[in-house]
């Protein structure tokens, strides 16, 4: 897939039923694409406001560092997650590789990182030549 050269860090939320905390799990993956667009949107009062979307393509192929593609309904049933990666709507994807600091959505946006939200994921994994996720958020 052409122009697949950014690395992210996918964070996916799991929440530990012991404890009731939400933990990240971070998974960088290379050779992603990373495509960003500002705009405005009129609010409730008729007025401006910022509004921007993050599209992100992962090819089927992207190197995820070892970890398997699993979707959202095998991660949560997943004693252990590892070794497995997911996309869903409310796990948030950073530019670049994350490795420590605060593994969190909030942590990422006051370290100032371009970062998204995840609000959709369309399966193109069959699409003939480029098969890939296609995953869109603010």
């Given at each position: ?87 869903r709507g409310g796990d948030v994807i950073a530019r670049g590789a994350v490795n420590g600091g605060e593994l969190t959505p909030e942590g990422l ?30």
């Open positions: 897939m052409r122009l697949c050269d950014e690395t992210i860090t996918v964070l996916n939320a799991r929440h530990d039923p012991q404890s009731g905390d939400v933990a990240y799990i971070p998974t960088v993956i290379a050779g992603a694409s990373w495509f960003a667009e500002r705009a405005s949107a009129v609010d409730s009062r008729g007025g401006l406001e910022g509004a921007g979307q993050v599209r992100v393509r992962i090819p089927a192929d992207a190197d995820a560092g070892g970890r398997a593609w699993a979707d959202p309904a095998a991660w949560d049933r997943a004693a252990d997650v590892s070794g497995l990666w997911t996309l946006r006051e370290a100032g990182l371009d970062c998204m939200t995840v609000l959709g994921v369309t399966d193109n994994r069959r699409a003939p030549g480029a098969p890939h996720w296609r995953v869109t958020g603010r």
